[in-house]
């Protein structure tokens, strides 16, 4: 399935794509709240600044995306896998991690503010540097802070799809 594909079927309001493959497909700033894409293969797309707000993402794949300031509030993340995905500044509050699988991921920045079975969540080598955490404290200073928000926004803003 394309880009195209999905954002037209997502407009006409069908929100059931379970299992779809839209591996590497470049998304940016675009709504895709309630989507349903248990299953589906979004490894090493990129889907910047994309609202996943209140989705059900379960054992769906986003190994090797970016997903700079991506908003996953209140969906369910119950084993997907982001081993190796760039989620700097990611809104993650309220959802569910089941076993999801942050190995390798940078977390920098993102925000799990309230997020349930976050012992059950992969960490292993992940960046969590300035992160909040479920129970609202951060990890680690940020220092530079302003400077690292504005290396950030660059990023944000300047992301090219290499694909």
Do not use: C
Not at 61 to 72: G, H, R, T
Not at 115 to 132: D, E, P, R, T
């Amino acid at each position: 399935m394309t880009a195209e594909e999905l954002l037209r079927q997502y407009a006409a309001g069908e929100r059931y794509f379970r299992g779809v493959n839209l591996r590497g497909v470049f998304l940016r700033g675009v709504s895709l709240k309630q989507i349903d894409l248990r299953w589906a293969d979004l490894s090493q797309a990129s889907l910047v600044d994309v609202n996943f707000s209140e989705a059900n993402l379960h054992g769906a794949k986003l190994n090797d995306s970016l997903l700079i300031s991506a908003k996953f509030n209140q969906a369910n993340l119950t084993q997907a896998n982001f081993t190796s995905a760039i989620l700097i500044l990611a809104n993650l509050s309220q959802t569910s991690l089941n076993q999801t699988n942050f190995q390798n991921a940078n977390l920098s920045l993102a925000n799990f503010q309230a997020a349930s079975h976050w012992s059950s969540a992969h960490l292993q080598s992940a960046i969590l540097k300035g992160a909040i955490m479920p129970d609202g404290k951060v990890v680690g200073k940020m220092k530079g802070w302003k400077k690292r928000h504005s290396v950030v926004n660059v990023l944000n803003f300047n992301v090219a799809d290499l694909s």
